[in-house]
């Protein structure tokens, strides 16, 4: 097995979906997104379990089956992001509002210890009150990504796969992330 702790090269990515496709219920979707990338050449290293989240943010729509994987891969973060919004879209993944139901999301989390597109702007984006997330997006690939830090729905599954993967921006690993956050937020999701 790799080491997420060692490897640079490692490529942390969550996947989630609420809304039914091509390849049934979300979770089916799931599967089937992960087949996808790796037929298009990113070897999965490891894939957490699946968990039932609330839609975020709350009342936003159906429960959202989340997961995280390893993936490794050869390409530059810009090029590996491509990707992913290749596979989305071949689910019928059309991007417009923010944070609406959709059938499958493709997050990348972090490309090793890569930070970009420097420290400042990534420290930015982290920093960016709650009442501007809904407004603003980055104009450029942020990572790693700017709200890892503060999803249950992220780092629950990321702590199955890498809890000692160490944030380059907070110094802070997964694990300890995921014990900042509220219990009650941590409660609410559960493995399929």
């Given amino acids: 097995m790799i080491s997420v702790e060692k490897d ?7 996947l989630g979906g609420n809304l039914p496709g091509p390849s049934g219920d979300p979770a089916g979707t799931l599967r089937a997104a992960l087949q996808m990338l790796a ?4 070897a999965l290293a490891a894939v957490s379990r699946f968990f039932v989240t609330p839609a975020h943010p709350p009342g936003s729509g159906p429960d959202y089956v989340n997961a995280c994987a390893r993936l490794v891969s050869v390409l530059p973060p810009p090029a590996l992001l491509a990707e992913l919004h290749a596979v989305e879209a071949v689910f019928g993944r059309a991007r417009g509002t923010r944070w609406a139901a959709r059938g499958l999301d493709l997050d990348l989390l972090a490309a090793g210890q890569a930070v ?23 104009d450029c690939l942020i990572l790693p990504h700017p709200r890892l830090h503060e999803r249950a729905f992220v780092l629950i599954p990321l702590a199955d796969i890498a809890p000692r993967w160490r944030h380059p921006g907070t110094h802070k690993t997964v694990a300890e992330m995921l014990a900042a956050l509220p219990e009650a937020e941590k409660a609410a999701i559960h493995t399929i």
Avoid at 117 to 136: F, G, I, K, M, V
């Fill in 116 to 138: 970009l597109p420097d420290e400042a702007t990534s420290a930015h984006w982290r920093a960016l009150p709650a009442n501007e997330q809904l407004q603003r997006t980055p």
């Fill in 8 to 14: 640079n090269s490692a490529i942390l990515i969550a």
């Fill in 39 to 42: 037929a298009r050449g990113m």
